[in-house]
């Protein structure tokens, strides 16, 4: 049994869109987009303005240890087109970036990836829009 998630309200919305999207353009692997539409599904929805600050919601940036490499990387989650890897924004529809979805610090996730299972660790949330008072995005 997986962990539960949390996701804002406003986050589930469009989300929701995107994977519409996705699922109707049939630009995504099929495993990996039914993936992401049950951590959706499962997730525990909250109001922004309830959102712990160590969780990982959209446009967070956050800290993720590699539990095998014990490499630490840092990615702010993003929607598709502002992804950038070169400045370290990670789609949510990348494998990493949608098992960071909803996680908080201290919580482990495992995420199939094209090289086999990612098992991954939070260690840190450094910057989160609902923390800051960003709601409306």
Known sequence: MKNSIHITSQDKERLG????????????NRHELTALLEEVDRAVILDPKEVPP???????RADILDLDSGETVTFTLVFPSEADVDE???SVLAP???????????????????????????????YQPEANGEFHR
């Open 96 to 126: 990493i970036g949608a098992g960071m979805l909803g996680y908080r610090v201290g919580d482990e996730f495992e995420w199939e990836v094209p090289a086999g299972i990612r098992r991954m660790r939070v260690t840190g949330v450094s």
């Open 88 to 90: 370290g924004k990670i």
């Open 17 to 28: 869109k995107l994977l519409a999207e996705v699922e109707a353009k049939h630009s995504l």
């Open 54 to 60: 160590d969780l990982i919601t959209m446009n967070s």
